[in-house]
């Protein structure tokens, strides 16, 4: 890997990044029962495209994997309520 290629990946890795955080602001304005759906849909899917995946070996089914994986875990503890520091306010 040349210096070219490097610079490449960090500069896709940091866009990643800042995708991941736009994405999770927007994503706590969701209720949080649409969250649980999204998460769990996203799960199933996972876990039933991995399963085709490894029996047909088709390369479809591995994308639905990757794209059902990156969506649960971009919905991924956002159902819960946000925690403060034990402070109440009124």
């Given at each position: ?21 736009l994405a999770g602001k ?60 034990g402070i109440k306010t009124?």
């Amino acid at each position: 890997m040349d210096l070219k290629e490097f610079l490449i990946l960090i500069g896709v890795f940091l866009l990643f990044m800042a995708v991941y955080r736009l994405a999770g602001k927007a994503i706590k304005k969701f209720p949080a029962k649409t969250l649980k759906m999204i998460n769990w849909t996203a799960f199933t899917t996972a876990l039933l495209s991995g399963i085709a995946w490894y029996a047909f070996s088709d390369g479809i089914f591995m994308l639905i994997t990757v794209a059902a994986v990156v969506v649960y875990f971009l919905f991924y503890d956002y159902d819960k309520p946000e925690e403060t520091d034990g402070i109440k306010t009124l």
